[in-house]
């Protein structure tokens, strides 16, 4: 079940990475659906137990689809696909301004991991000269909407909050936790 289709025939690597990946084409197709909407939210549990419990599968699970999305932007360009490629590099970074808003340090290093993967393929486009003036003017404007300062004072602001919930929670909850005696 987890494996990938392989051409009866020999190909080129980038058809052989975009045959394998296709794969993902049902999932990727209702993400990209998906991301028209105007906002999105993770299902969180908040407030049972320890703040710093708190269960976020959902980034491994974005890191993952960004992974997909940026070597199949890489094995398209290599095709001379760069519509598609751009659609795939903007998805990914759609994906990662999905986390955006979210004051948890970790999810602020996993958006900052997806986007450095997807300037691999902005790169390589670049390198090559095949993204038009018009690809290149909207990889601008989206690249622009970054400001990483303000997303880092956000999850500084957030681990502060964290960890006066986790004091807050010991101190209601555990209190013998909090003693400095040696039994």
């Known amino acids: 079940a987890n494996s990938f289709p392989i051409a009866p025939q020999p190909q080129s690597s980038a058809d052989d990475v975009l045959l394998a990946l ?3 084409d049902a999932a990727t197709e209702e993400i990209r659906e998906a991301s028209k909407l105007p906002y999105s939210r993770f299902p969180l549990t908040y407030g049972n137990g320890e703040p710093s419990d708190i269960l976020l599968p959902h980034l491994a699970a974005l890191k993952y ?7 199949r932007a890489l094995a398209e360009l290599q095709n001379g696909q760069d519509e598609k490629a751009l659609a795939d590099v903007k ?7 999905s986390i ?13 991991g997806i986007l450095q993967m997807t300037l691999q393929p902005v790169w390589e486009g670049l390198a090559e000269h095949q993204w038009s003036d018009a690809q290149l003017a909207a990889l601008d404007s989206e690249l622009a909407k970054l400001d990483f300062l303000a997303d880092y004072k956000l999850s500084m602001r957030g681990e502060m909050g964290l960890q006066g919930g986790n004091i807050d929670y010991l101190i209601r909850n555990r209190r013998e936790l909090l ?5």
């Not at 689809?65 to 070597?71: F, G, H, K, N, S």
């Not at 998805?91 to 301004?97: F, G, K, R, W």
């Not at 955006?100 to 958006?111: A, G, H, M, T």
């Open 91 to 97: 998805l990914s970074l759609y994906l990662a301004d």
């Open 65 to 71: 689809c960004a992974q997909v999305l940026d070597l």
């Open 179 to 183: 003693t400095m005696e040696n039994d």
């Open 100 to 112: 955006r808003p979210e004051p948890f340090l970790i999810s602020q290093l996993v958006r900052n």
């Open 22 to 24: 296709s794969k993902y």
